[in-house]
């Protein structure tokens, strides 16, 4: 079984998704780092701004990097914005995410584009949303508990550039598949959430498996 979970910044994909994994049973994959893995090496390179050097970055990418708590920072959240608009760069991520996808006994990977390009035949999607406003204060009160020293007025600023940047980009924007069902975590919290998208999941493949 695959499970796909796309969705804006700090909704809640990836917390989700690990709740769900565990679940049923499934490994995960949290996409996002990937591109976060990139940026953060051409950040320490200082060639954020360079396609080529991002492509070569994401072919050469060590799995054992994406647990560096570096990645979670919200400069490496900014610059994999940046680096994830570069055709280059994705197409070298796209092998990476479908491998893992296809291994088993199945995968959920949550990310942006897993339910329209990377799985687009995934046996479940999810388009997880919330409102900008609750996004930041989750994305503030999170990296306050990692001891970042955060402007949550600046947080939402930076989610709202995202936002625009990952919807609007030529190559895999950010948007719900055609199949995908939307679930709004505005209101609920995380355990709400995980019973909503459980009960999301199991309707999907039941019905799939009767069809
Ligand atoms: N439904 C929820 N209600 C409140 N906080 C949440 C909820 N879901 C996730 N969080 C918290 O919000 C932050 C961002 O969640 P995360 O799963 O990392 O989002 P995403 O993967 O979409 O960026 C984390 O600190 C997480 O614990
Ligand atoms: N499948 C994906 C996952 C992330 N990304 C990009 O990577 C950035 C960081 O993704 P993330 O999921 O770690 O970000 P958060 O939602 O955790 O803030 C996003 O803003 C996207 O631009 C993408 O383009 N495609």
């Known amino acids: ?13 990836g917390t989700l998704g690990r709740r769900i994994a565990a679940h049923y049973g499934l490994r995960h994959l949290d996409t996002g780092l990937l ?12 060639m954020l701004d360079d396609a080529d050097a991002g492509a070569e970055e994401a072919r050469a990418l060590d799995p054992a990097f994406l647990a560096d708590p570096m990645l ?11 680096v994830s608009v570069y055709p280059q760069v994705r197409q070298a991520l796209l092998e990476f995410q479908r491998r893992f996808a296809s291994e088993a006994p199945g995968a959920v990977l949550d990310g942006r584009d897993i339910g329209t390009v990377i799985c687009p035949d995934a046996d479940a999607k999810l388009f997880v949303i919330a409102s900008a406003e609750e996004r930041a204060r989750r994305r503030a009160l999170e990296l306050r508990g990692r001891g970042e020293d955060v402007d949550e007025a600046a947080i939402l600023a930076d989610i709202r550039a995202r936002d625009h940047r990952d919807m609007s980009r030529a190559n ?24 909503a998208a459980v009960a999301i999941v199991d309707r999907l493949v039941v019905k799939a498996r009767t069809a």
């Open 1 to 13: 079984m695959i499970i796909a979970i796309d969705g804006p910044a700090a909704s809640g994909k």
């Open 35 to 46: 591109y976060r893995a990139v940026a953060l090496k051409l950040i320490h390179r200082d």
């Open 72 to 82: 979670r920072s919200e400069a490496a959240g900014a610059g994999a914005s940046i």
């Open 172 to 195: 895999a924007p950010l948007k719900a598949a055609d199949d995908a069902v939307t679930l709004d975590t505005t209101a609920l919290d995380a355990d709400a959430a995980f019973a």
